[in-house]
């Protein structure tokens, strides 16, 4: 295998048993600088492949039992101490990154930045997609959290998204395969979504602009920057806000060692600088039990915890 001959990985167990790649394998590699918290333990083996075909290929290969799962940009997800055993996968090679425009719709691939479509949309002069700029991370991930914010959800303006599944089949799957509901998602869990269309519609681009700066104004100002965060923690309970039901039970300043509630937003939790991920997720426990304690409401976690404890 020319990558154990590159690595001399042949001495881990796990990567002994995987196929022949053409991206690249990686062993014990540190979460904490794939996820916007900043903490977390190792990945036993990181996966980057180089293309969809790479990817579908690997799981038509790969051990039936062995775990795996994907990441993103890391923005929604907060990977315990103990790190993740198996295989992660993360879609960021060349190919991952490609951006299609054609008439009436657009193709991301999912290791595109969210960002990054500023430019796009301006230069194409496409409107009814500004909300996805002002969201953290990788469009991928906007699918299996249906993603949303400024009163639009990716559920409104998803046409199709191509997936890889567990078995290495390779499909393209509409808006009702995918289920897609307030902030979550019922699709299988082997499925990995490669790319994701979205419609479009034609705008000027001063309007364009004028959304999109209007939305980042709004995130900055009411919102924590800067800050290693995951976004939202807790998913809105139907017809309330979570970051009201925190605060009215008494948990706006509650913090733990290095992890503290957002002083801008309390449905925000922040690594203040030396916090591990157990001082963050006893921190989202604790007011999970503070707000059931003082409402009868059981709040629910938005952001992704994914690994073993320490």
Not at 99 to 112: F, H, L, P
Not at 227 to 246: C, D, V
Not at 300 to 305: A, L, P, T
Request: overall charge positive; some cysteine.
């Amino acid at each position: 295998m020319w990558f154990s001959k590159l690595f001399n990985f042949k001495k881990d167990p796990v990567i002994s048993l995987l196929p022949d790649v053409r991206g690249t394998y990686q062993t014990n590699v540190p979460m904490s600088r794939h996820t916007w918290f900043g903490v977390g333990g190792p990945a036993e083996v990181m996966f980057v492949p180089e293309d969809e075909d790479d990817l579908a290929a690997f799981f038509a290969a790969k051990p039936y039992n062995l775990p795996t799962c994907v990441i993103g940009g890391g923005s929604n997800l907060l990977v315990r101490d103990g790190g993740i055993p198996g295989v992660v996968i993360k879609l960021a090679s060349k190919y991952f990154k490609q951006i299609k425009v054609e008439e009436g719709k657009i193709t991301c691939y999912s290791g595109v930045r969210n960002t990054d479509l500023r430019k796009v949309f301006l230069d194409n002069q496409i409107g009814g997609l500004e909300f996805l700029c002002s969201i953290p991370g990788h469009i991928g991930g906007s699918i299996k959290t249906n993603a949303g914010c400024f009163g639009t959800e990716v559920k409104d303006v998803i046409l199709s998204a191509t997936i890889v599944d567990g078995v290495g089949a390779k499909k393209t799957v509409t808006l009702d395969d995918l289920k897609l509901s307030y902030r979550s998602s019922f699709f299988p869990d082997d499925w990995i979504i490669t790319s994701i269309t979205f419609k479009t519609k034609k705008a000027k681009k001063d309007d364009i602009l004028k959304i999109m700066d209007e939305q980042k104004e709004y995130r900055i100002k009411n919102q924590p920057y800067n800050e290693k965060t995951a976004g939202s923690t807790f998913k809105n309970p139907e017809g309330l806000k979570a970051w009201q039901l925190i605060k009215n039970s008494g948990c706006a300043e509650l913090s733990i060692n290095g992890a503290k509630v957002s002083e801008k937003h309390c449905n925000f939790l922040i690594n203040s600088g030396n916090a591990t991920a157990h001082d963050i997720e006893t921190l989202g426990e604790t007011i999970i039990q503070k707000v059931k304690e003082h409402t009868s409401i059981t709040l629910e976690w938005e952001v992704k915890r994914m690994g073993i404890h320490k």
